[in-house]
T-cell receptor
Framework: DTGVSQDPRHKITKRGQNVTFRCDPI?????LYWYRQTLGQGPEFLTY????????KSRLLSDRFSAERPKGSFSTLEIQRTEQGDSAMYLC???????????????FGAGSRLTVL | QKEVEQNSGPLSVPEGAIASLNCTYS??????FFWYRQYSGKSPELIMS????GDKEDGRFTAQLNKASQYVSLLIRDSQPSDSATYLC?????????FGQGTRLTINP
């Protein structure tokens, strides 16, 4: 297993188009997270899955955003009717429950950079 | 008030000196604390995790946690130019990891 994989690495699209990102987590990890990061800011939480269940969604995740993890393995993040403000790096991370007090260590993928023209 | 706050920097430190990075958090029930390093254009990578009050050392890195003051810090000894990066403080809430905005660190040769 080579870590968390994300595809595509870069996506340029026109405003109003739909885009979909895919994340393949580390195989033994049951938790998967999506974050968004803009220049000069830290990653902002978007949503989180434990196995196939989506357990938490941020207020940042408007109705144009949808995420799925249908079989508890890979996940997709779709953005409909993209806007220029959606331009960002979309980071996927995975973890397994380990350590003290339910502490989890997140391993990040390389990210998918979205540019909306 | 942001959940996790860091000075955005930039912080400039001469090579060989100690770099000190600070972070405060607002949720008193937080139990797990992390420092990630992020090179420009790359994704965050874990440097240190700390769960108990006090110091935790790993090579040139020392994480310090003070839950009463809601304060976490990272010390980098014998700073090297390769340590130049953005350092992200992260605090675990109920389920998710909340990040600060990051501190950009530059080590000057």
């Amino acid at each position: 297993d080579t870590g968390v994989s994300q595809d595509p690495r870069h996506k340029i699209t026109k405003r109003g188009q739909n885009v979909t990102f895919r994340c393949d987590p580390i195989s033994e990890h049951n938790r998967l997270y999506w974050y968004r990061q803009t220049l000069g800011q830290g990653p902002e939480f978007l949503t989180y899955f434990q196995n196939e269940a989506q357990l938490e969604k941020s207020r940042l995740l408007s109705d144009r955003f949808s995420a799925e993890r249908p079989k508890g393995s890979f996940s997709t993040l779709e953005i409909q009717r993209t806007e220029q403000g959606d331009s960002a790096m979309y980071l996927c991370a995975s973890s397994s429950q380990q350590g003290r007090a339910g502490a989890n260590v997140l391993t990040f993928g390389a990210g998918s950079r979205l540019t909306v023209l | 008030q942001k959940e996790v706050e860091q000075n955005s920097g930039p912080l400039s430190v001469p090579e060989g000196a100690i770099a000190s990075l600070n972070c405060t958090y607002s949720d008193r029930v937080s139990q797990s604390f992390f420092w990630y390093r992020q090179y420009s254009g790359k994704s965050p990578e874990l440097i240190m995790s700390i769960y108990s009050n006090g110091d935790k050392e790993d090579g040139r890195f020392t994480a310090q946690l003070n839950k009463a003051s809601q304060y976490v810090s990272l010390l980098i000894r014998d700073s090297q130019p390769s340590d130049s990066a953005t350092y992200l403080c992260a605090v675990r809430g109920a389920q998710k990891l909340v990040f600060g905005q990051g501190t950009r660190l530059t080590i000057n040769p």
